[in-house]
C-alpha cells in the first residue's frame, strides 16, 4: 500500500512540475488501487516541452467490464504554474460502446485544483470534471447516446439528459439529472423520457452505515412526482426508506415502474389510470407499511379477466396491526360478467386478508352476498379460509349471455356456506339452486382448479328436475316436446366456461303422469342428434299427424376428450351389426320410435347439430 | 381362527414375495407424442421419412434403443407397446395457445434473440437483439410461453394417469424441441448455446 501510494506521488510530481524537467521522462506504473477502482498498466510519457502522452492499459470499476487501451495524447503542453492542454487526444475502448475517440483539455494546478474535459462528438457525450479544493464536481451531458451492454440488460437508444455529480470531502454527494428524451433500458424497466421525462434531485451523504438519503426529488413529467429519505448500506442497497408517490396520472407510470415486475404472471398487462397517492415506509430492507390513496383510478387485468372502474378509498398494508382499508368501484367485470357499484371494508395484514363487514357486489340483476371471507397465508402454498356467503337470485339469461352458454331463463340462487383451498384447488360449499322452466336445477360440487393458472378450470355437479320440456322446447325453438325432464351431469368440467368432461343423462322425470306430446319438428331434430333422417315424417301418411304420444325419451352422454358416448332410456334391438338405443319410446298409436345407433359422436358435431336444429324452420307443419 | 390362518398365511407369504410393478416410461411413445404437438405447434411440414439422429447419444434414446432389443419387433406390432395420450383437451388447450403464440415467437428465435434452454423451454439469450421498446414484450411472450410448456408437460402427465412422469415428458420434450429446431436457431445443450 505504501508503495502505491509513492507511485502515485511520483506521478503527482511529474504533472504538477513539468518545467523543472528538461529532458525526456517516461514512468510505468504496473497498477493502482482506488475504492471501487482499478487502472493497470498506466504508461506516462513527457517529452519536453510540449509533448504529454498517457496510456493505461485497462481501468476497472468493481464489478464491471473494463475500459481499455485508454490513450490521452497532448501535443500542445503549456507549462507555466501548472499544467495546461487545451486539445488533446483521447481514444479508449469501452464496454457497450465500442471504441471511442474524442478531445480532452485539462488545466493542472494541483491536486486539488483541476479541471478535466473530455468530449465524444460520435457518442454525443461530454463530461467536465472539476477539482476546487474540498469539491469535485462532474458534469455530463449525452445527446442522442447510444449504448448496449452485451447482456442486453442495459441499454440507452438516442437518450438526452444532462446529469450533475457533486462529490464534497466531507462525504456528500448532490446529484441532479434531467432527461430531455430518448429511451433507456435497465431489466425489466424501459423508459421512455420522450413520454414520462425524470427530473432528480438528490442528495447522499456518507455516514457509517453506508450512505444516508438527505434529500431525494424526483418529478416524473407531469404523471407524478416521487420524494424520498433514507438510508442505504455500503452497497447501496436500501436499508430505510420513507418515500411519498404523487400520481396525477398513473398510467405512465404503471406501464414504466410496476408492468415490467408483472411479466410472466397473472398480472402482466394490466393497464391502471386514474390519480393516486402513496406513502412506503421501509426498514431493514422489509416494507414496514405501505399507505394508497385512490381517487377515480380505472383497473384491468385482461389475462385474470377482471376489471373494475372508479375505485376510490384508502388501502393500507402493513405486516402487523395494519389500518382499516376502505375501497369502492363504480362498476366492472368478471369476464363478461358486468359488476355493479360496491365497496368493502377490510384489512390486509402481513399474508392475510379480512373482511370487516359483509359486502355485497351487484351482478346480473342480483348480488353475490359475501357475509365472512377470512384468506390467511396468501401467496403461500397454504392458503385458509374462511368463507360464507350467498347469492342472492342472479338472472340466469344474463349469466349464460356472458359465459356464452344456450340462454336459459330463470334465476340462480344459493348459500354458500364455505370455502377450502387445498393444492389450488377452491371448493366452494353447499350448492346453488336455480328455478327454471318451472323446474329445479342444484349446483353442487362446486369446484375452481388453479383459479389464477394457465389453466383454470371449473368442476361441478349439476342436477335436474322436473323441468317442463313444453318451455324448454319452446325457449330452443326445438319442436314442440310436452312432459317433465329430469337429468344429471356429474362431474362436469369446465375449460374456459366450455364443457369437456361429463357424466351426463337427460330423461323423462319417472312416474310423471303429465301429457307426454312430441312434435314432428322434435322428433326430426332428436333424429338428428342422433345420427338419423330428418323430414321423413313430413310426407305420407304420417304427415296428417302433427304431434305423437311417447312413453319415455332420453339421452346419455358420457364426455371424454372431445368424444361423446351416447346411450338412450333403453337398449334397442340390433341393426346391421350395430347395437341401438331408444332415444324416444312411442306409445299409442301411431306409434313413433326415435332409435340411435351411432356410439361415438364426436362433441362439436353435437353441438353444431343441436345449433342447426334450433336454427332450423323444421317441417311446415309446425 | 381356522379360516383366518390361510389369510395370515398369504399375507405372509405376499410379504415375503414383494412384487414390485414397474410402470416404465413409454419413452419412443413419449417422442412420437411430442413430435405430433410440435409439429403443430411449429406448424412443420410433414414428419421426413427418416428423422437425423442427434449426434450425442442421449439417454432417453439408449434406454429406447434398449427397449428395441429386449421387445421384439412382432410384440410392438400388436400394439401393445403403451400410449402417450395426448387428446386431453387440456393438453390441447395449451397446445392451441402455443400455436397463437408461434407467430410472435418466430421472429424473435430466427434473430437468435429468443432460444430453445436444455430443460425443454425458452430463454430470452440475447436481448440485444430486441429493439429497446419491444423487449419487455418479448420477454414477456417468454414467460407466457415457458407457463404454458411446463403446464403441457405436466397435463400430458396427468392426462396418462402417470403424474410422476412430468420431468420425463419435459426431457423427451426438451429434446424433440431441439432435434425439429428450424435452421438458425438457437439452442442450449451442455455446452453453452449453439446454433442449429
Not at chain 1, 322452466?437 to 355437479?461: C, E, I, T, W
Request: net charge neutral; aromatic share 8%.
Amino acid at each position: 500500500m505504501a508503495l502505491k501510494h509513492l507511485k502515485r506521488a511520483a506521478l503527482f510530481l511529474v504533472l504538477a512540475s513539468p518545467a523543472a524537467l528538461a529532458s525526456d521522462l517516461s514512468l510505468s506504473i504496473r497498477r493502482v488501487d482506488g475504492p471501487g477502482w482499478r487502472a493497470e498498466n498506466i504508461e506516462v510519457q513527457l517529452l519536453p516541452p510540449k509533448v504529454l502522452q498517457l496510456r493505461i492499459g485497462a481501468i476497472t470499476l468493481t464489478g464491471q467490464a473494463p475500459i481499455q487501451d485508454l490513450r490521452l495524447s497532448c501535443r500542445e503542453l503549456a507549462a507555466g504554474q501548472g499544467a495546461r492542454c487545451d486539445k488533446a487526444k483521447f481514444t479508449a475502448i469501452a464496454p457497450g460502446l465500442g471504441k471511442l475517440d474524442g478531445t480532452a483539455r485539462f488545466e493542472f494546478h494541483s491536486a486539488l485544483r483541476w479541471q478535466a474535459a473530455l468530449a465524444l462528438p460520435s457518442q454525443g457525450l461530454q463530461l467536465a470534471l472539476t477539482q476546487d479544493a474540498d469539491q469535485i464536481d462532474a458534469e455530463l451531458h449525452a445527446k442522442n447516446f447510444n449504448f448496449s451492454e452485451a447482456s442486453g440488460r442495459y441499454a440507452a437508444e438516442k437518450l438526452s439528459a444532462d446529469a450533475k455529480l457533486s462529490l464534497h470531502n466531507n462525504g456528500r454527494v448532490q446529484i441532479a439529472l434531467k432527461t430531455q428524451g430518448g429511451q433507456v433500458y435497465a431489466e425489466p424497466v424501459f423508459a421512455d423520457f420522450g413520454v414520462l421525462p425524470i427530473k432528480l434531485d438528490a442528495a447522499l451523504i456518507k455516514n457509517a452505515k453506508g450512505w444516508g438519503i438527505e434529500r431525494w426529488v424526483s418529478v416524473l413529467g407531469k404523471a407524478g412526482r416521487v420524494e424520498a429519505s433514507g438510508q442505504l448500506d455500503a452497497g447501496f442497497k436500501l436499508l430505510t426508506l420513507m418515500a411519498v408517490v404523487q400520481a396525477q396520472d398513473l398510467a405512465p407510470l404503471v406501464a414504466t415502474a410496476v408492468q415490467p415486475f408483472l411479466i410472466g404472471s397473472k398480472l402482466d398487462g394490466v393497464t391502471v389510470d386514474g390519480r393516486a397517492s402513496a406513502q412506503l415506509a421501509l426498514s431493514d430492507g422489509a416494507v414496514q407499511n405501505l399507505d394508497v390513496q385512490l381517487d377515480g383510478v380505472n383497473f384491468k387485468a385482461d389475462k385474470l379477466g377482471l376489471s373494475l372502474d372508479e375505485m376510490a378509498g384508502d388501502v393500507h398494508w402493513s405486516p402487523m396491526s395494519a389500518a382499516i382499508s376502505r375501497l369502492r368501484w363504480s362498476g366492472g367485470a368478471v369476464k363478461k360478467v358486468a359488476l355493479g357499484a360496491s365497496q368493502m371494508r377490510f384489512r390486509a395484514q402481513g399474508k392475510d386478508f379480512s373482511l370487516l363487514e359483509p359486502w355485497r357486489q351487484p351482478l346480473l340483476e342480483g348480488a353475490l352476498n359475501v357475509e365472512r371471507l377470512a384468506l390467511r397465508g396468501l401467496g403461500g402454498a397454504q392458503l385458509n379460509a374462511d368463507f360464507t356467503g350467498a347469492l342472492e337470485p342472479l338472472n340466469l339469461t344474463a349469466l349464460c349471455k356472458a359465459l356464452g352458454w344456450p340462454e336459459f331463463t330463470g334465476t340462480l340462487a344459493g348459500r354458500l356456506p364455505g370455502l377450502t383451498v387445498r393444492d389450488d384447488v377452491w371448493t366452494i360449499d353447499g350448492a346453488l339452486e336455480a328455478q327454471l322452466f318451472d323446474g329445479n336445477l342444484r349446483v353442487s360440487k362446486l369446484q375452481a382448479v388453479q383459479p389464477f393458472g394457465v389453466l383454470p378450470r371449473v368442476m361441478a355437479d349439476l342436477e335436474m328436475r322436473r323441468l317442463d320440456l313444453e318451455r324448454l322446447t319452446r325457449t330452443f325453438s326445438f319442436g314442440r316436446i310436452t312432459g317433465r325432464l329430469d337429468g344429471e351431469v356429474k362431474n362436469l368440467r369446465l375449460l374456459n366456461w366450455s364443457p369437456v368432461a361429463f357424466d351426463g343423462r337427460l330423461y323423462s322425470t319417472p312416474d310423471d303422469d303429465s301429457k307426454h306430446r312430441i312434435s314432428q319438428r322434435a322428433i326430426d331434430n332428436i333424429s338428428a342428434i342422433g345420427g338419423g333422417p330428418t323430414g321423413f315424417l313430413a310426407h305420407g301418411f304420417m304427415s296428417v299427424f302433427e304431434d305423437f304420444g311417447y312413453d319415455r325419451l332420453g339421452i346419455s352422454c358420457v364426455l371424454r376428450d372431445g368424444i361423446c358416448q351416447m346411450d338412450g332410456v333403453e337398449p334397442a334391438g340390433s341393426a346391421e351389426g350395430q347395437k341401438g338405443y331408444y332415444l324416444v319410446k312411442g306409445a299409442w298409436l301411431p306409434r313413433i320410435n326415435v332409435v340411435g345407433y351411432a356410439q361415438r359422436v364426436s362433441w362439436t358435431n353435437l353441438l353444431s347439430q343441436l345449433k342447426s336444429a334450433q336454427a332450423s324452420g323444421g317441417p311446415k307443419l309446425e | 381362527m381356522t379360516r383366518k390362518l390361510p389369510m395370515s398365511f398369504f399375507s405372509a407369504l405376499l410379504a415375503t414375495a414383494c412384487v414390485t410393478i414397474n410402470v416404465y416410461f413409454p419413452a419412443a411413445a413419449a417422442e412420437k407424442a411430442a413430435d405430433r404437438i410440435i409439429d403443430d405447434v411449429w406448424r412443420a411440414p410433414a414428419p421426413k421419412a427418416e428423422e437425423p439422429q442427434p449426434t450425442s447419444s442421449l439417454p432417453s434414446r439408449l434406454f429406447v434403443a434398449l427397449l428395441d432389443v429386449v421387445v421384439p419387433p412382432a410384440q410392438a406390432a400388436e400394439g401393445q407397446q403403451p400410449n402417450i395420450d395426448v387428446s386431453s383437451p387440456e393438453v390441447q388447450r395449451i397446445k392451441a395457445s402455443m400455436e397463437a403464440r408461434f407467430a410472435a415467437l418466430k421472429p424473435l428465435l430466427d434473430s437468435g434473440a429468443v432460444g430453445l434452454t436444455g430443460d425443454g423451454l425458452m430463454e430470452l439469450r440475447d436481448a440485444n437483439a430486441v429493439p429497446l421498446a419491444k423487449r419487455n414484450a418479448a420477454k414477456g411472450l417468454v414467460a407466457d410461453e415457458n407457463n404454458d410448456r411446463k403446464a403441457l408437460y405436466r397435463e400430458i402427465a396427468v392426462a396418462n394417469g402417470q403424474p410422476q412422469w412430468e420431468g420425463q415428458i419435459q426431457s423427451v420434450f426438451a429434446q424433440r424441441w431441439m432435434a425439429k429446431a428450424q435452421s438458425g436457431w438457437w439452442y442450449e445443450d451442455a455446452g453453452g448455446w449453439k446454433q442449429n
